[in-house]
């Protein structure tokens, strides 16, 4: 725990000073670099095992995220964060099924490889929509991140003190249900506090806690799949980037999980709930 929160004091205000002080171009390619990175770890837990074949796939993910780059605001662009939404409902089948994919066969790891790129790829393209929003991206980034982040800390918090009922024993037995109502008090809060401070009221705020509330559910899928991950690939953490604190894919499963729904809500906000 002591050397999780001093990574945690290290790391988080980098991470706030980038995207606050980032314009979007440099933001959009910075974090590419960082997803590229996290690809490279998820390259490794599914078993490929040449250095070729797992560079090739990180610079066909660089690839992926240039081309939308230069497509951004177009129905492409949209489409990836629909792609990205609609994803984890077929991640939740994929975690019933629990063993589907789990031995390290070609066609397994292929199969894996393009769930990478389903989970990577739109998050990436939603993070970098939020951020380009008019006047204060960087703000609305920064909520969207602290949304989910308020998830983890308050399902850790909820379930090392109440946890009893097992959330999903078979892919990660430290999650329980005791976690996931601490993780939905938590982000409604901080969606909460923080729509108001940004300017939110009335219909526009309440909108804002219910898309927060959604994105602590689709975080939570993105915790468990990548757990389920690891337990197919027999491994505790993704890597051993962060002390304490495992690899990418370990500190922003959630955050890749959530990014498309929150890109999307907003959107959607901002289209029916007048200014």
Known sequence: MKQRIITSLILAPIAIAFILLSSTPLFAGLLALVWAAAMWEWTRLIGMQQHLARASAVVLTLLMMAGLWLLRGQPAWWLCIVIGVAWWLVALWWMRGFSFAASPNPRNVAIKLVAGWLVLVPSWTA????????????????????????????AYVFGSRWGRNKLAPRISPGKTLEGVWGALLGSGLIALIGGWWIGARGVALALLVVLGLLCVVWSILGDLFESLMKRQANVKDSGALFPG?????????????????????KLLIDLFVPA
């Open 127 to 154: 993070l970098v929509q939020i951020h380009d929003a008019p006047g204060v991206g960087g703000v609305w980034a920064l909520y969207a991140l602290f949304v989910v982040w308020a998830a983890d800390t308050f």
């Open 245 to 265: 604190h495992g690899g990418l894919l370990d500190r922003l499963d959630g955050v890749f999980a959530a990014m498309p729904m929150f890109a999307l809500g």
